[in-house]
């Protein structure tokens, strides 16, 4: 058997709060001056949030605003802040920003890359959303958990699905849900496994995994409250689920003049046209940076000998076919313009509306 497991996160995770914190100042400085330069980190501990990072920008943002926005999408009722008296005022909030360094700005504002690195993107012909199936089965159950009426449900949950490749079977779905303090685990077993079906019927796959709900039993306290949250610790979240390299850097809080984010988002769309061209099953493409510097110091592919196309022909394509300085990325995908808010919570690669997964 060739059993591989992928992972996906709820946007009540404590870590997933902060991505969507981070997102949201980036997406509010750019709608307001698409020169920003933004490199933001957020972290949350308990109704303690500090934002710290650059930004040289025309605007100022109203940080409680944007944390209060978020708060709104995830559902306030559900992150714990209204439930416990200690916490009768949501949160306090520590700004620790200043601007970018000018030694940094003099590569970027020439079109250089706003800092050295290595970025990966990947895709499998295995779903129509060209991503690994036990990661888009996991972040779909996810989805619909967050959509599920019941009011025993909170907002942090955990989601993993472990796939047989050889047999096409799952064959262990786990999931750890917060839930409220006055019912059970069995009191919502039923619901979640349900919705773990429907998720895997989606795709056609089996019913008859092994179902694991809560096996630590109850799961009051989540969120900030059980776990300090930081931006970017959940990279195979955001990507592929731990199928399919990832590189060494975090895309959400930053603006795309970083190539963390930027390059990122094309080196997924290479890999997405060579698999819907027919030329390769699966493909992963490396870019890395050099700081200052316009053009990638090095691009490989990988087709885990699935290509159906020479792999000269493909290096050619690639070269001959896209614009991977960052202001060409930047202006090939648009991403002046991409409210980033849709991105920060169940994937960047999961979205059919933004610009590399089209």
């Known amino acids: 058997m060739k059993i591989y497991t992928c992972e996906q996160v709820s946007n009540g995770h404590s870590d997933k709060i902060c991505d ?14 698409k020169e920003s330069r933004v490199a933001i980190e957020v972290l949350i501990k308990d109704n303690h949030i500090i934002i710290a990072g650059e930004l040289t920008s025309k605007r100022q943002p109203d940080y409680r605003k944007l944390v209060d926005d978020v708060f709104d999408r995830i559902g ?39 800092d050295q690195g290595i970025m990966y993107g990947y895709s499998t012909d295995e779903t129509p959303e060209l991503l690994p199936i036990p990661y888009i089965v996991a972040t779909k159950f996810l989805k619909l958990l967050k959509q599920h009426p019941s009011r025993m449900f909170r907002a942090d949950a955990k989601a993993q699905v472990s796939f047989d490749y050889d047999s ?16 059970e685990p069995s009191d919502f077993r039923t619901i979640v496994e349900t919705l773990m079906i429907m998720a895997a019927s989606d795709y056609g796959l089996n019913s008859d995994f092994e179902k694991l709900i809560n096996p630590t039993g109850r799961f009051v306290k989540g969120g900030s409250f059980a776990d300090c949250g930081v931006t970017g610790r959940k990279l195979a979240c955001d990507t592929y689920g731990g199928i399919g390299r990832i590189g060494g850097g975090a895309m959400s809080g930053k603006d795309p003049s970083k190539v963390d984010r930027s390059a990122a988002y094309m080196a997924r769309k290479i890999a ?23 053009k990638p110091v090095s691009i490989a592919i990988d087709c885990y000998g699935t290509e159906s196309q020479s792999m000269e022909f493909l290096y050619a394509y690639v070269r ?12 090939t995908l648009g991403l002046l313009d991409v409210d980033y808010n849709q991105v920060s919570a169940y994937g960047h690669f999961t979205n059919p509306e933004m610009p590399w997964e089209k």
């Not at 916490?87 to 020439?110: C, H, M, N, W």
Request: charged content about 25%; hydrophobic content about 40%.
């Open 20 to 33: 969507q914190i981070a997102d949201a100042i980036v997406t509010d400085c750019l709608q307001h001056d």
């Open 76 to 114: 306030r009722d559900k992150t714990g802040f209204i439930y416990d008296p200690i916490f009768a005022t949501p949160y306090d909030i520590g700004i620790l920003v200043k601007e970018q360094s000018s030694d940094i700005a003099l590569g970027v504002d020439r079109g250089g890359a706003g």
């Open 168 to 183: 096409g079977r799952i064959t262990t779905f786990l999931c750890s849900v917060q839930h409220s303090e006055d019912v």
């Open 272 to 294: 997405r046209d060579i698999v819907l061209a027919g030329w390769a099953n699966k493909c992963e493409i490396q870019l890395a940076y050099a700081i200052g510097v316009e």
């Open 320 to 331: 001959e076919n896209y614009d991977l300085t960052p202001r060409g990325i930047i202006k």
